[in-house]
């Protein structure tokens, strides 16, 4: 039954539905003043012309929301932004844009902003200066320093910074003294960065959006992208015009899964079951690329070995998913190549998510569709810049350009920032606390509420920084509610107050500083794709608001360290010139290439969009010919070298200065005997080494007679180093004149020997119904020291919740909001279109309590949390699955939290976080929540 029989059966039409009955004053206030008929025939109008004095310019800058990268055209009169228009000429979104993207100039001017630095003061925020505010944290950050040192301070950063500013917290960060730093790609991505970089030799998407015009057959898994990434599915649209088989896994019938030749749905969390079942298939066939597994891969025998253990009614039986359409799957990504792999957090999101990703990484190479155009692993990242941010920002597991946290890291970074090693080492607790990773955003309050004793690091957390990052997009809310209660400090940095302005349940020491919007600053941002676009400063910040690299300016000049933070960059008026960041990431991160992506090349591209080509990116003329659009990483060498951006990761075809590269020699040259390197004559066109060989450094270029193509200059600065830590980048530039790869040419891991599970293998989720799989395919042990935590699995795994929570409980995205919501549901315009938090219920499960469509109902989970919110009765989740977005905030287990916001700055639309009720789970390599399997059970209000 479809939801338009549905709606109009119950007698509630859906704007009936959107509007509710009191789900919170504004939206109904909202909706009483609009018009009935909001969609009426329009016609068009001459544009008022501007007074004849005014000044007026376009600006370009790129939407803030997914990481699409769609273009936004500002026009600006006399320093205002009048209006938005659509970039035609951008070859990413052509044009098009989604409702968040139709509405961003509203961020900017938002009523619900903040507008003046304030303190809570005996449970009410009371406005206060920014010298108050800086000197009033600062004192009491110096102080908590003292007491019990730099560790104590938690960062949540954020990926909504630009590259820049990203980068300058992660440095500001190391120059406090800590790294207790992240950032929202930990509760998204973090997997993906893991499996796929373990497997490939980077943590990135392969190839791009418009390259799915070349495509075959697309698998979208744990994918949403009509409603998480509208305009990317422009370009699948256009590739299914062309012939493309489109196959869609998800538990849930999506607004993607409308478009798709194939629906597969599959139980919640047997993502590698299925996958093994579709590479059963392509084994016991003989669809697989045998010489490209031969010549490129390393482990595939041990694959095989685990694959043959799941024969069709395994498959079936763990899945759900029938044995035809198992088969259908992989005869379908086998017979229709190049064949591309689509995922996002239905993927990620699990206690299990990196050996999920790793599975279709595994699959992608068993079936030769890894550097090839049409190929691909496709990563849709969520924020506008999270991949920026997790290539050169806050990770507390690593330096800027993945360079970890060894001694090595540390010497490099500090040569690159001009200063001394022995400075920044007095700066941490200690060596050993220098060279930890830091705890992570998804468990920063566990590092507040546990003993002490069973921390790994001097003292508990007791001040936290949420630097533009939402708390109800992580999990176990109330844990996190008890910790923000126990802080001496929450201090909260956003254009918007977000949730924790209004959950933490505190009376006072908890300050709200207004950064301006990212339409209020200029720098760089990094798309899915790898490609970084230049923003342009559409207006000035408004307000009482500052940037955030000024905001980092402020606090190292109270702490004592502006002069080291900004050694090699120039401070105007208090903020630190954007332009000088970015050089210094072009002169410190050889490692992945953000070093040819200079100012001026990136501005060029943005002044030239037109002149690239929306299938291939590559500028076919102008002052960029010959570039791809946006230099996608790594764009190699130094930005005199004129490398044109790598569209397509471990591509042979093409020479290594022309956008190819191999497989990443990041692992040594042999294991257990067996060689890592690729194999004779698999190397890039117009190499001059035929073979596989490792990463170059002094001694290789010396033991092959090319170090005396070095400048002296070069040779000094190089001598003792390789290739990501010569600041001179000669080593870089000798290698590639030779046609070859500085990191080598080896072959993609299938076998990780360094993970939990070198293999992917299924474990059944830590919150499941099936208890006879859990004594199948049982979780890990306990640990007691990850991350700095103890982490709980077995013994979550081994309490059965299923007889009082029968239904399995998802989560996801919806395309009117995003992260958590807070200014998108204070986008009147965005607000208007969805207007209450639902659950969606399948109709019988919604008979059980007799509730209709649009009926309150409690959904309870195993936590003992409760979510008031409104049935949405529909066939779109099976029977025994329930779904939420996890956009939503503002409300708690049924009390409606606009008291607690700062006057006027609640969101529009409020209501339930998902997150409040959502359970335990971790994933066991990098601390990614687990928020796509759970249980719970729904009753009537």
């Not at 698999?682 to 290789?700: C, L």
Request: one cysteine or more; aromatic letters at 10%; a neutral charge.
């Amino acid at each position: 039954m479809s939801l338009v029989k549905i709606t109009r059966e119950s007698g509630l039409m859906r704007r009936k539905f959107l509007v509710g009955a009191g789900v919170t004053a504004g939206a109904g206030a909202l909706a009483r003043h609009l018009p009935f008929r909001v969609i009426e025939p329009v016609s068009a109008a001459d544009p008022a012309p501007p007074p004849a004095s005014s000044n007026t310019v376009v600006k370009h800058t790129v939407c803030s929301h997914c990481s699409v990268g769609c273009s936004v055209e500002a026009v600006v009169t006399n320093g205002v932004w009048v209006r938005q228009d659509a970039a035609f000429d951008s070859p990413i979104n052509m044009g098009a844009h989604c409702a968040k993207g139709a509405s961003v100039r509203e961020h900017a001017f938002g009523e619900k902003r903040l507008r003046y630095p304030m303190k809570l003061v005996n449970g009410k925020y009371e406005r206060i200066s920014w010298d108050q505010a800086i000197n009033e944290i600062g004192d009491k950050l110096i102080a908590l320093r003292q007491q019990a040192g730099p560790d104590a301070l938690m960062v949540i950063g954020s990926s909504k910074h630009n590259n820049e500013q990203s980068y300058l917290l992660r440095k500001w960060v190391s120059m406090w003294g800590s790294n207790n730093c992240d950032h929202q790609a930990r509760i998204c991505h973090s997997t993906t960065v893991a499996g796929v970089a373990q497997t490939f030799g980077y943590g990135a998407m392969t190839n791009s959006f418009n390259d799915l015009h070349y495509s075959k057959a697309v698998m979208f898994i744990g994918s949403n992208p009509a409603e998480a990434h509208p305009i990317s599915m422009l370009h699948f649209l256009h590739a299914k015009e062309l012939g493309a088989k489109m196959i869609v896994v998800d538990p849930r019938f999506t607004r993607t899964a409308r478009f798709a030749h194939h629906y597969v749905r599959v139980r919640p969390g047997t993502d590698i079951p299925l996958v093994w079942g579709i590479l059963w298939h392509i084994f016991n066939n003989g669809w697989e690329d045998k010489e490209y597994i031969a010549a490129r891969t390393w482990g595939m025998e041990d694959v095989r070995k685990e694959v043959a253990k799941w024969t069709p009614d395994k498959v079936s039986d763990v899945t759900g998913v029938p044995e035809a359409t198992v088969r259908m799957a992989a005869e379908v990504l086998a017979k229709n190549k190049p064949s591309s792999v689509v995922w996002c957090m239905g993927i990620t999101q699990h206690h299990i998510g990196t050996a999920n990703v790793r599975a279709l990484c595994i699959l992608q190479l068993a079936l030769g569709n890894i550097g090839v155009q049409g190929g691909g692993a496709n990563i849709y990242r969520g924020h506008d810049n999270v991949q920026g941010a997790t290539d050169v920002g806050p990770n507390g597991e690593s330096l800027p350009g993945y360079y970890g946290l060894a001694e090595g890291s540390w010497k490099h970074f500090a040569s690159a920032w001009g200063v001394d090693y022995n400075w920044l080492l007095s700066r941490y607790g200690s060596k050993e606390l220098m060279e930890k990773p830091g705890i992570t955003v998804s468990r920063w309050f566990d590092a507040v509420n546990e003993q002490n004793q069973y921390i790994d690091q001097p003292s508990n957390l007791r001040a936290v920084f949420y630097w533009g990052h939402a708390p109800n997009s992580q999990t176990r809310l109330p844990d996190m509610k008890a910790a923000m209660q126990k802080l001496d400090m929450l201090v909260v940095i956003d254009p918007y107050p977000s949730m924790t302005a209004s959950m933490h349940g505190r009376e006072n020491g908890v300050y709200l500083l207004p950064a301006a919007s990212q339409f209020e600053t200029q720098g760089s941002v990094t798309a899915s794709n790898r490609s970084i676009q230049w923003r342009e400063r559409v207006i000035q910040p408004i307000f009482e608001c500052k940037t955030d690299h000024e905001i980092m300016y402020l606090f190292a000049k109270k702490f004592g360290f502006a002069d080291e933070l900004c050694k090699n960059i120039k401070v105007v008026n208090n903020e630190p010139v954007i332009e000088d960041i970015l050089r210094e990431i072009n002169r410190s991160c050889w490692t992945i290439g953000y070093t040819g992506c200079s100012p001026e090349r990136l501005k060029l591209h943005m002044e030239n969009k037109a002149t690239f080509d929306p299938t291939t990116l590559r500028a076919e003329y102008g002052p960029c010919k010959g570039d791809y659009y946006g230099l996608p990483w790594p764009c190699w060498g130094t930005p005199e070298m004129k490398h044109p951006g790598t569209p397509i990761l471990y591509d042979l075809h093409k020479p290594v200065m022309e956008g190819g590269m191999p497989f990443r020699a990041n692992w040594g040259v042999e294991h257990n005997g067996s060689s890592l390197l690729a194999a004779d004559g698999s190397t890039n066109a117009g190499s001059q080494i035929d073979t596989g060989y490792p990463e170059f450094d002094h001694v290789f270029l010396k033991k092959l007679g090319w170090w005396q193509e070095l400048t002296r200059q070069e040779q000094a600065l190089a001598e003792g180093k390789n290739w990501k830590t010569d600041l001179s980048g000669g080593i870089i530039r000798v290698v590639m004149s030779h046609g070859c790869a500085p990191y080598g040419n080896a072959r993609a891991r299938c076998n990780v020997w360094n993970f939990p599970d070198p293999v992917p293998v299924h474990r059944e989720p830590l919150v499941t119904p099936r208890r006879d799989l859990a004594a199948k395919y049982p979780t890990y042990d306990d640990k007691a020291n990850f991350w700095r935590l103890p982490t709980l699995y077995k013994s979550v795994q081994d309490v059965d919740f299923s007889k009082d929570y029968p239904l399995i409980m998802t989560s996801g995205r919806l395309v009117e909001f995003e992260g958590g919501g807070e200014e998108t549901r204070s986008n009147p315009w965005l607000a208007e279109l969805q207007q209450n938090m639902f659950v969606e219920l399948n109709p019988d499960d919604a008979a059980q309590i007799n509730a209709r469509l649009g009926d309150y109902v409690w959904v309870e989970t195993p936590t003992g949390a409760r979510l008031k919110m409104m049935a949405m009765v529909t066939q779109r989740v099976p029977s025994g699955i329930v779904w939420m977005p996890f956009h939503f905030g503002g409300w708690w287990m049924g009390d409606d939290l606009e008291r607690h916001y700062p006057d006027g700055a609640a969101p529009i639309v409020r209501g339930e976080a998902t997150n409040t009720g959502w359970t335990y789970g971790y994933d066991a390599v990098t601390m990614m929540q687990e928020t796509k399997v759970s249980l719970c059970r729904v009753v009537r209000a």
